[in-house]
Nanobody, 120 residues
Framework: QVQLVESGGGLVQTGGSLRLSCAAS????????MGWYRQAPGKQRDLVAV???????NYADSVKGRFTISRDNAKNTVYLQMNSLKPEDTAVYYC??????????????WGKGTLVTVSS
């Protein structure tokens, strides 16, 4: 069974920085892509950033130039460095992984979420 465990959320002031981490554990064949989504109260869950196993990245327009996604393939871990944070970045951030599991099936896995609160 695959598990994603996030860490690094918290409370920060406007203009501050936070770094989120997410580690994938369990038995699987390959980790195709990992990323972060976020969900603010009363809103849908939206993509923040994603990175493939080859290092290709994609960002939401709202975070380009402020957030940087990276990954350590050996550790099956993805990071999100968030700089110049704004109150509108406040949300629960969910880790996501596109994994080929032990049965050879491609599946999406989600972490439980970590809260990021940016105070004005």
């Amino acid at each position: 069974q695959v598990q994603l465990v996030e860490s690094g959320g918290g409370l920060v002031q406007t203009g501050g920085s936070l770094r989120l981490s997410c580690a994938a554990s369990g038995t699987f064949l390959s980790n195709r892509a990992m990323g972060w989504y976020r969900q603010a109260p009363g809103k849908q869950r939206d993509l923040v950033a994603v990175i493939t196993s080859f290092g290709s990245t994609n960002y939401a327009d709202s975070v380009k130039g402020r957030f940087t996604i990276s990954r350590d393939n050996a550790k099956n871990t993805v990071y999100l460095q968030m700089n110049s944070l704004k109150p509108e970045d406040t949300a629960v951030y969910y880790c996501y992984a596109d994994i080929l599991n032990a049965y050879g099936s491609r599946m999406d896995y989600w972490g439980k979420g970590t809260l990021v609160t940016v105070s004005s």
